[in-house]
């Protein structure tokens, strides 16, 4: 594979000049047997390269235990981009935001009190030193300087907008060229934090959405000479919970991707094909609001959740293809959908008469409510327990929620604190002295942008009972990484806290479908054990994405853990996705 060069006139790839016409493909956000699919109509869009991030929390769920396997494996997504001839480039961060779970780094940093992520905190840059230790020699072989498809690596994610300290930055480059990494770095930053997020020596670009000359300008005025790149060109958006489904046209997106082009920019979509955030791993935002992003990444991208082809993608190889070639080959059909309606959930499996079975082993005793990071934990719920010691009137008050908090006493639910609005106290009557009091704690998603990142989960600061702090808590961590030996039985009442619900169907032929559950209203969903993600009435989205790879022929699986009360007992699978209203 030919290598890339930075010269003042622009790019040089194998000696020739060179516009990187590149779109954001997340390997972690789609299903590995989806891979050569989506990177097959990248390359039938026009691109010629493709970029991902490398989401460090994934990869090292546990301190010096790097995962290369499976939906982790980056090394074969890198030579699936290679066999359609594109080319790759990597943002393996530390940092890298993409509205995922604490911006990428790993929860158990914050187990660590008073740690300054994204700093030259010695802990945190010992830890990034073994990560990349370990990550950059299984990469070298994909570098272009090696006959790889990888021609540049970033440094950082918009490094600029949360700090300045340029040291940082450069221990990060060290890092790279310490273990190898030869191809162009670069940095990209939004274009107001251009200065803060530069470092000598290293290509400069930026990101932003439209205004693209006025934008171009900016870079240009920070980057004398060399390429100009806009390596996040946001032809959509995000969602969070409770909020429209994001749109944008395709003809203003097209619009100013034809602006960037003809001006001689590389492009790089964010995104052409968001994907998923399956499980527990979204992201969330806090500016003095917390607010998490839906289970769908959509984007409103050029290809859609399911991998099909939009608006966006027809509009953007037709302005391609005034630049550069583009494959002339008929494009893809949607792929087959698969409607099952009416799955009945026949079997139910109290949460609260399964902790022992789902983290028993690992709960804990302190005398006040441990965060999730103590207790070893990064996704998913943690269940605290304690006995109250007399009867009457009762304000609980906790010095912050994160997320949100379902209170029970005696296992019947008396109300909820949400993050989002700021709540810290509850009033509710004890009705006996040794009422049990639980709570079931659910991290919605750690903040993945600004100094919000050190968000730890669970009950944090003191929990007091009419004034007095309440001492003598057990802590259960509910990761829900397995479901095996949940106790089911025959669903025969409405459950009034928190339950799996468990039923099956069968189908001929897998094919991607929808899962809908119109009727409940918090929880998760699985299907054959793989975890789709979460729903919640709230909304925007009101459907699951069902990949086909997670159906088989004959019969499935599907268990629905619904944290409120509910009488729905069916659910269904739709041939077409609902994601919401969008914004008027």
């Not at 594979?1 to 016409?21: H, K, R, S, T």
């Not at 540049?152 to 480059?173: F, K, M, N, P």
């Not at 162009?184 to 930026?206: C, E, I, K």
């Not at 698969?338 to 109290?350: I, Q, R, W, Y």
Request: charged share 20%; proline share 8%; aromatic share 10%.
């Amino acid at each position: 594979m030919p290598v890339l060069e930075i010269l003042d006139e622009g790019f040089l790839l194998d000696a020739q000049p060179f516009q990187i016409i590149s779109g954001g493909l997340h390997y972690f956000r789609v299903h590995p047997e989806q891979w050569a699919d989506r990177l097959h109509k990248a390359r039938l869009m026009g691109l010629n390269t493709v970029e991902t991030y490398v989401p460090w929390n994934l990869h090292e769920r546990r301190p010096g235990e790097l995962r290369m396997d499976g939906a982790l494996d980056l090394p074969r997504f890198i030579e699936l981009a290679a066999t359609e001839s594109l080319h790759v480039v990597l943002r393996p961060g530390p940092y890298i935001c993409a509205e995922w779970e604490g911006g990428g780094l790993p929860s158990w940093l914050l187990a660590e009190p008073g740690i300054v992520l994204r700093s030259t905190d010695q802990r945190y840059l010992a830890a990034v030193d073994r990560y990349f230790a370990a990550l950059l020699p299984l990469l070298l072989p994909y570098l272009g300087t090696r006959g790889g498809p990888v021609i540049a690596v970033q440094i950082e994610s918009e490094y600029g907008a949360y700090g300045e300290d340029t040291a940082y930055l450069r221990h990060l480059a060290e890092l790279l060229r310490q273990y190898g990494v030869d191809v162009p770095l670069f940095t990209s930053d939004q274009p107001a934090d251009l200065a803060r997020g530069r470092l000598d020596g290293v290509l400069r670009t930026a990101n932003f959405g439209s205004r693209a000359a006025a934008n171009l300008a900016e870079l240009r005025r920070h980057l004398p000479t060399g390429p100009l790149m806009c390596t996040e060109f946001w032809d959509g958006w995000f969602d969070h919970w409770d909020g429209p489904h994001a749109a944008r046209s395709a003809e203003d997106a097209a619009a100013t991707l034809d602006e960037l082009l003809a001006a001689g920019a590389s492009v790089n979509f964010y995104m052409f094909h968001g994907g998923t955030n399956f499980g527990f791993t979204n992201g969330a935002n806090d500016k003095s609001d917390y607010r998490p992003t839906i289970t769908s990444y959509d984007y409103d991208a050029p290809l859609d959740e399911a991998g099909d082809p939009g608006p966006k993608y027809t509009a953007f190889r037709e302005v391609i293809a005034k630049y550069a070639p583009v494959p002339k080959v008929k494009l893809p059909d949607p792929a087959p959908k698969l409607a099952v309606p009416g799955v009945e959930l026949t079997h139910s499996a109290a949460l609260f008469d399964n902790l022992p079975v789902l983290g028993g082993d690992r709960a804990l005793r302190a005398q006040q409510p441990l965060a999730m990071e103590q207790l070893g934990q990064d996704f998913g719920f943690v269940h605290y327990r304690a006995t109250l010691p007399a009867a009457g009137p009762a304000l609980l008050s906790v010095g912050d929620v994160r997320d949100r908090a379902q209170v029970f006493l005696d296992g019947q639910p008396v109300g909820v604190l949400e993050r989002e609005d700021h709540e810290h106290a509850l009033a509710f009557a004890v009705p006996r002295a040794g009422a049990v009091l639980s709570v079931l704690v659910e991290n919605q998603g750690r903040v993945n942008y600004g100094q919000g990142i050190h968000d730890r989960k669970g009950l944090l600061g003191p929990v007091a009972l009419n004034g007095v702090e309440l001492n003598g808590w057990q802590c259960t961590p509910l990761g829900l990484g397995t479901l095996d030996g949940l106790a089911f039985a025959p669903t025969d009442a409405p459950h009034l806290g928190p339950a799996f619900h468990r039923g099956h169907f069968d189908i001929e032929r897998p094919a991607d479908s929808f899962l809908s559950l119109t009727g409940w209203i918090k929880g998760n969903a699985w299907i054959n054990g793989f975890s789709l993600g979460r729903y919640w009435s709230r909304g925007p989205q009101h459907t699951l994405y069902v990949p086909a790879p997670v159906l088989r022929p004959g019969r499935n699986e599907i268990t629905v853990l619904e944290i409120h009360a509910t009488t729905r007992r069916s659910v269904d699978l739709r041939d077409t996705p609902d994601l919401g209203p969008t914004e008027e």
